[in-house]
């Protein structure tokens, strides 16, 4: 695989659940740009699995982390996180999703086994409802095409796809 997408999150968690519905509801379309190329994986909140998934597939170039980002930023705006903003700032600074230990986990641990991919972006929205419950807020669930047509771009670009 030349692109791998994980969608993180706990569905029984309201928006915490908003990597695992994108994984769910974009998997063929995304995988159909390029097939054999691209993988999405509802990796839930088992992220200890992606390390082990990088490791069986180093020649996955470009990696994509879905999730919810806990963030200063507009409730319009999608969030985009560069591999250098994951990688090369002290944990302090980087203000990451609910899940940023097992982000984090992902990312060090990879880099340590030398199977971390060379371009990664972490991709989401604010949070808005973290209450019990297998619902997406509607703050959240309206970035879900936007994030679609952002991960598409960029998946398109970097393949050189039309």
Known sequence: MEVCIFGIGNILIGDDGFG???AQNYKDEIESLKPGSIE???MGAHTIEAIDYLKDHLECQYLYI???INTQKSNEDIIVLEKEDLTNQPKSRIVMSNHSGGVSEILETSEFMGCLPQHIQLIGAKPFNME???SLSHEV???MEKIRDFLVTEIKKNLNLA
Do not use: L, Q
Request: charged share 35%; proline share 0%.
């Open 66 to 68: 879905i999730d919810i």
């Open 132 to 134: 019990t419950g297998m």
């Open 141 to 143: 669930e309206r970035h």
């Open 20 to 22: 695992s519905r994108f």
């Open 40 to 42: 999405v994986i509802d």
